[in-house]
């Protein structure tokens, strides 16, 4: 290295992205839940479509994609197939027709039911107030990236 040369920027490792971290924590989430939802034949996404559908029954495709931030066209094949196995049920909102309504049907209220016995807290290594932080904090990442992001692109 001469005098004249500039400092080189230290190097970062993968270890050191937080995008790193947050998407192996993803795919370690996966993992620990591959268990139960195998037991009940769902990939997480459709679980999760079931989790949000218990929280508020009856409400349109573009409601339920904006919580789980996903598009009509990668939502569709999955509400399809929720409703082909006897858990949801799609309408066409009477009040406006463009519009479709999706709703549980009493077999996808048991098996959100059924999926409750998931209880990651411990698995995470984290006390209850620890693991509350830490969904707090990365709900609040994700937000600000999405407000960041809006209008770009």
Known sequence: MTANAPPQPPTRKLADFLCFSIYSAN???????RPILDELGLTYTQYIAIIALWEQDQQTVTSL?????????????ILKKLEALGYLRRVRDPGDERQVLVSLTDAGRALRERGLEMNLVEACGLTPDEFSAVQQAVATLRDSLIKSTQGKG
């Open 27 to 33: 795919l370690a989430f996966g993992r620990a839940y």
């Open 65 to 77: 994609g904006e919580k789980l931030f996903l598009e009509s066209n990668t939502l569709t094949p």
